[in-house]
């Protein structure tokens, strides 16, 4: 099975940076997603990662290091709107390559 | 370009009546997935189809849960009959054959059993 663990909230102020935590074990690590959830809304998807490193986009960036089965998220320049819950996905070659959601991580940011 | 599209957005009903949950997955997408969301358990994949045959429907709780998927365009979760603790928000997700494409998420249904 996976096991996948990530902070259940975190508290930050509009214009810092927040950086969220994933740290997983699988059998067949196959890639990671990170998705985004406003409440009452739809998962959106965030950034993909397969190799270790950064990956950038825009105000967000995502990090992936295989050999310690961590993962992070980071938001830079925060917003209001950057409020809401960060959900990271491991695909496991094992499982199925299926996708398994981590249980989120609640982002408040205030002003 | 139209995403995924789940219909009701809403449900209310009394235990032991079917529920029926629709999607219409993204055009051209290969893989469609039901999930259910709760505050307890989080986003669980309940199945998945590819190309219209179902592949894997281990994340089903129970003989009352069914999925059928007749054609690339439509997919339906079937409840019957239902219970309480079947109240959640059941997403439809679609994706492009690849497995470094995203999965894109329906706007949900929320599901209340009274």
């Known amino acids: 099975g996976q096991n996948i663990d990530q902070p259940t909230e975190m508290t930050a102020t509009e214009g810092a940076i927040v950086q969220i935590n994933c740290t997983y074990q699988?059998?067949?690590?196959?890639?990671l997603f990170w998705y985004q959830q406003h409440a009452g809304e739809a998962p959106t998807f965030l950034s993909y990662n397969v190799l270790d490193g950064l990956e950038e986009k825009g105000r967000f960036s995502s990090f992936l290091s295989r050999s310690k089965g961590y993962s992070y998220l980071l938001l830079k320049e925060l917003q209001m709107k950057d409020s809401a819950s960060y959900l990271c996905?491991?695909?496991?070659?094992?499982?199925?390559?299926?996708?398994?959601f981590g249980g989120g991580t609640r982002v408040l940011v205030k002003p | 370009d139209a995403g995924v599209i789940q219909s009701p957005r809403h449900e209310v009903t009394e235990m032991g009546q079917e529920v029926t949950l629709r999607c219409k997955p993204i055009?051209?997408?290969?893989?469609l997935f039901w999930y259910r969301q709760t505050m307890m358990r989080g986003l669980e994949l309940l199945i998945y189809f590819n190309n219209n045959v179902p592949i894997d429907d281990s994340g089903m709780p129970e003989d009352r849960f069914s999925a059928k998927m007749p054609n690339a365009s439509f997919s339906t979760l079937k409840i019957q009959p239902s219970e309480p603790r079947d109240s959640a928000v059941y997403f439809c997700?679609?994706?492009?054959?690849?497995?470094?494409?995203?999965?894109?998420f329906g706007d949900g249904t929320r599901l209340s059993i009274l």
């Open positions: 996905a491991v695909r496991d070659q094992a499982a199925g390559n299926k996708l398994t």
């Open positions: 997700a679609s994706r492009q054959r690849g497995n470094n494409q995203p999965q894109h």
């Open positions: 699988t059998s067949g690590f196959n890639g």
């Open positions: 055009s051209g997408h290969d893989y």
